[in-house]
């Protein structure tokens, strides 16, 4: 079974902190994605990556940055976190395909105080 | 843009009702259509998928049916059951992009014994 972890369930972190959410996944695939899901505004997607270096924007990457150095890691980056980016963090990863299917992690609930 | 428009929720069903949760999509071309699956504190998980007109997409007693002509997308299930208590959402990929998913905003489904 394709396994996508994120590196932690519950984050607490104050405004302007620097904050770094991981994701792994364990089956080579190419895309990954960092997506936002906020009651009543479903996911909407930061950004997301089809390679190794390789990044794009999605609908709301402002505040966000990415890193992908390894093929199975993709790191979400709050370089100052505010209170509207108190949110759950969802990464997904799927092989490359327009029918093929997303992968989620478990999410990151991310408080900012 | 392409777009993905969903029943607002919450609905509320007693076990062996029908459910049906309406899923309208606006898109250029063939896109690929998902339903996925939020049980309570968890991730996405695929329920079932469709990837050209006319296509029925069926798991776990859920069935949807893919119609070009009416660019709908509707979810059903003849028996629902407690544990079918969960956030449903659809989600379309645009033929020819980056697997880069629009979802909806998600209906709550919620079952009584």
């Known amino acids: 079974d394709v396994k996508v972890t994120q590196s932690s369930r519950y984050l607490v972190k104050r405004t302007g902190e620097k904050v770094f959410l991981e994701c792994v996944q364990d089956?080579?695939?190419?895309?990954m994605f960092w997506y936002r899901q906020d009651p009543g505004l479903g996911l909407r997607l930061i950004y997301f990556?089809?390679?190794?270096?390789?990044?794009e924007k999605g609908d709301i990457p402002e505040g966000y940055s990415v890193s992908r150095e390894k093929k199975e890691r993709f790191s979400l980056i709050l370089e100052s976190a505010s209170t509207n980016q108190t949110s759950m963090y969802l990464c997904?990863?799927?092989?490359?395909?327009?029918?093929?299917?997303?992968?989620f992690g478990p999410g990151t609930r991310l408080t900012v105080t | 843009g392409d777009s993905v428009t969903q029943m607002e929720g919450p609905v509320t069903l007693s076990e062996e009702a029908f459910l049906t949760i309406n899923c309208t999509y606006t898109?250029?071309?063939?896109?690929?259509l998902f339903w996925y699956v939020q049980y309570p504190g968890e991730g996405l998980q695929l329920l079932l998928k469709?990837?050209?007109?006319?296509d029925k997409g069926s798991n776990k007693g859920f069935e949807a049916t893919y119609r070009k002509e009416t660019t709908s997308f509707h979810l059903e299930k003849g028996s629902v059951q407690v544990s079918d208590s969960a956030v449903y959402f659809c989600?379309?990929?645009?033929?020819?992009?980056?697997?880069?998913?629009?979802f909806g905003t998600g209906t709550k489904l919620q079952v009584i014994p």
């Open positions: 997904a990863s799927s092989i490359q395909g327009e029918t093929n299917e997303q992968y």
């Open positions: 089956m080579d695939h190419e895309n």
């Open positions: 990556s089809y390679d190794v270096k390789m990044k």
């Open positions: 898109a250029t071309g063939y896109p690929s």
């Open positions: 469709a990837t050209k007109a006319d």
């Open positions: 989600a379309l990929i645009p033929s020819g992009g980056y697997q880069k998913v629009t």
